[in-house]
């Protein structure tokens, strides 16, 4: 499989760019907070089924998503843990660049979040399963990014990959933002063992 350019937000979970956050470093201050940390640990050390958490910024989403991939690189033998971070807003500027290039990259990026392999000589043949998605509903919501979401969110829910998505916005919210089957397919992936949890709590970043 291809190196992946970190310049499109996509980062390999067990790739040489090593997470520096970890579980231990996070420190609750509500209980909301404390269940995340639960339920984000438990996923990475199992990662089955899927994790959406959403709250306001500054609550530590980022950092506890980080974490579990940190989690996840030191189980990096098992194919089960093997996969993706995505930062979207990042790939969402990145993907906008390459509109004009016939789109051959970022299908090949695409692919990978789907839980593809786009350098297998199937087209079809899975690659790794496990995907991180940091700031889920965030960004410009244009027909393009609804494209790629839609994409995305369906190949996922389809074959059942274990998804790790943090946002600032509630399944309503996307809804609203996207369309009712991309927030009944996150309750639908959500259902198969896990949870959708709200974290509140103080704003880290202003002390």
């Known amino acids: 499989m291809s190196i992946i ?14 997470f520096q956050e970890t579980f231990e470093g996070y420190h609750p201050k509500t209980e909301s907070q ?11 050390d199992h990662p089955e089924g899927s994790l959406y958490f959403w709250g306001p910024a500054g609550v530590g989403k980022t950092q506890l998503a980080r974490a579990a991939c940190r989690q996840l690189s030191h189980d990096a033998k098992s194919w089960n843990s093997k996969g993706f971070y995505v930062d979207w807003i990042e790939f969402l500027a990145w993907a906008r660049r390459r509109v004009g290039d016939e789109g051959y990259e970022l299908e090949r990026q695409l692919s990978y979040l789907k839980g593809f392999d786009p350098d297998a000589w199937d087209p079809w043949e899975e690659g790794p399963k496990v995907l991180v998605w940091d700031d889920f509903g965030q960004g410009r919501v244009t027909d393009f990014a609804v494209d790629m979401v839609t994409e995305v969110v369906h190949a996922r829910y389809d074959r059942g990959l274990p998804t790790l998505f943090t946002s600032n916005c509630d399944v309503e919210r996307i809804a609203q933002l996207y369309d009712d089957r991309i927030a009944s397919r996150l309750v639908g992936m959500t259902g198969r063992g896990t949870q959708i949890l709200k974290v509140e709590g103080p704003d880290a970043r202003t002390g």
């Open 5 to 18: 350019s970190r310049l499109c937000g996509i980062q390999w979970i067990t790739g040489e760019h090593k």
């Open 34 to 44: 404390a269940q995340a940390l639960e339920a984000v640990r438990g996923w990475a």
